[in-house]
Structures are given as structure tokens and as C-alpha cells.
């Protein structure tokens, strides 16, 4: 029952609640302040931070942890406990800030037989999936992707066409909670296909951003795996913990009437 928090950084995390466990990532190369568990002890990929971005946190996840449910959160992204970003900034306006749900009402969502709960999904653009990716990012290592699936697993060609280029939203940033056999089956299906497109593309002339692309894949493909599988999903609200003050959740509530 741990929620990992992916960190490449010291952060304040005292007040996090019972059972987020704070995951340093790129453990190689960045300084452990407070003496976090690290992505590059065990089977791990932590060399590979620079690209895969928090996936070094989640292959350490598959590889080592022993948590009967487990998730994936960031130093500054959880999920709240609501289902609507109207709830959340209304309770922030009245309470000044907003809090990462519980574990416990996370684990009591899956003994309900919820089997994944992840992000409410986002507009990341304009346009299909694919056609945001192609203005963001470089298109052909997702055309790459796509063949590498095809080969791998062809019965979700259909899945990811339906999620890339039918569908304009997307549950981003990697994050969900769910059992860990659960987990298991994705990072092996998740990790195969992009190990494999690694083998395929060249990011040395990118830039530094362009470069975290195994990172964007995996936010996109955990919505084709979810496509497929049709497990029973509950969709929580995230939060940048940044940027969701009083002032913050005044404006965003504007915004959104």
C-alpha cells in the first residue's frame, strides 16, 4: 500500500500523507538530501533518466517493490479526492489549499473492484493525440511506436489508432494507482515496446526537453493499454501543488464557468 512520489529533487514532504513514499529518480547523477529510496539500487534503469523521465521510477517499481497496491505520483502532482475540477477548486477556495487523496480511500476504491484509477482525462491540444504529438514532439518516433506495437502486439493496433487519432484527450503525466499484479502486466507490456523503440530512434541531436520522449510515450501508451483491457477505471482530479492556492482555484473555477 505505497504511493511512490517521483522526485528528482529535495522537497517538503513531511506533510505528505500516510503511505507516499517519496522515489528519488536519476539517483545516478542527483544529490539525496534527505535520503530517499533511489531508482538505481536492484534491477533498475536509472542511467536512462534523462529520457524515460519518472518511467526509471516505475521500471524500479516492477522490479523491486513488494506493495500489494502501489501507485505512481510527483513531488508537486497528486491526485485529489474528487472526480470534477469543480469540487476541487471549491474546496481550496474554502480551505486555502488542496490535499493529495488518501491511501486508505485509494485501496478501498479496489477492494470495490476498481482495477485502475488514473487521471481525468485532458486536452493536451489541438487536434487528435497524434496531431498534438506531431506539433509538440517529433511524429515519426510515435509513426516508430506504432510499427514497433504492430509487431509486438498487433491486437492493439486497433486501440492505439482509436486513442491517438479518434481521441483528443488523455489521462497524461503517468500517473494511476492500482494492484501491483496489475502494474506488473503493464511494465511488461509498457517496457518491451519501449526498449524496443530505442533500439530504433536517435535523440542525440535533441534538445533536453525533446529528449524526456520514452516519458511522453508512456503517458500516452497507458491510455492504449487501457483502451484495450477496458478494466474498471475511476478518474480522479490531479493538481500541480504549485499552482492550487486560494488565488489559483479562484481563477481556474472562473474560468471554467
Given at each position: 500500500m505505497t504511493f511512490y512520489v517521483i522526485?528528482?529533487?529535495?522537497?517538503?514532504?513531511?506533510?505528505?500523507?500516510?503511505g507516499y513514499v517519496p522515489l528519488l529518480v536519476g539517483a545516478n547523477k542527483n544529490k539525496n538530501p534527505d535520503n530517499f529510496i533511489t531508482d538505481n539500487v536492484g534491477d533498475?534503469?536509472?542511467?536512462?533518466?534523462?529520457?524515460?523521465?519518472?518511467?526509471?521510477?516505475?521500471?524500479?517499481?516492477?522490479?523491486?517493490a513488494k506493495d500489494e497496491t502501489i501507485g505512481l505520483a510527483h513531488y508537486r502532482r497528486y491526485f485529489s479526492k474528487y472526480t470534477t475540477s469543480k469540487n476541487l477548486y471549491l474546496t481550496t477556495l474554502m480551505k486555502g489549499h488542496a490535499n493529495p487523496v488518501s491511501v486508505e480511500r485509494l485501496d478501498k476504491l479496489l477492494s470495490n473492484n476498481v482495477d485502475w484509477i488514473v487521471a481525468t482525462?485532458?486536452?493536451?491540444?489541438?487536434?487528435?493525440?497524434?496531431?498534438?504529438?506531431?506539433?509538440?514532439?517529433?511524429?515519426?518516433?510515435?509513426?516508430?511506436?506504432?510499427?514497433?506495437?504492430?509487431?509486438?502486439f498487433p491486437n492493439y493496433i486497433a486501440s492505439f489508432d482509436k486513442i491517438m487519432k479518434?481521441?483528443?484527450?488523455?489521462?497524461?503525466?503517468?500517473m494511476f494507482y492500482t494492484r501491483k499484479e496489475e502494474m506488473d502486466k503493464?511494465?511488461?507490456?509498457?517496457?518491451?515496446?519501449?526498449?524496443?523503440?530505442e533500439k530504433q530512434v536517435d535523440i542525440s541531436s535533441y534538445d533536453q526537453y525533446q529528449q524526456r520522449l520514452f516519458g511522453f510515450l508512456g503517458e500516452r501508451l497507458l491510455n492504449v493499454w487501457l483502451e484495450h483491457r477496458q478494466p474498471k477505471m475511476k478518474?480522479?482530479?490531479?493538481?500541480?501543488?504549485?499552482?492550487?492556492?486560494?488565488?489559483?482555484?479562484?481563477?481556474?473555477?472562473?474560468?471554467s464557468i
Open positions: 522526485t528528482h529533487k529535495h522537497f517538503e514532504y513531511k506533510n505528505l500523507p500516510i533498475n534503469i536509472s542511467d536512462k533518466n534523462f529520457s524515460f523521465c519518472e518511467l526509471t521510477g516505475l521500471y524500479w517499481m516492477w522490479k523491486n482525462p485532458q486536452v493536451g491540444g489541438e487536434g487528435s493525440l497524434w496531431q498534438q504529438f506531431n506539433h509538440f514532439h517529433h511524429i515519426k518516433d510515435l509513426e516508430i511506436t506504432r510499427s514497433t506495437i504492430e509487431k509486438l479518434h481521441n483528443s484527450q488523455a489521462s497524461f503525466y503517468n503493464y511494465c511488461e507490456w509498457l517496457f518491451k515496446i519501449l526498449f524496443m523503440v478518474k480522479l482530479v490531479e493538481y500541480n501543488s504549485d499552482s492550487m492556492t486560494r488565488i489559483d482555484a479562484a481563477r481556474l473555477l472562473k474560468h
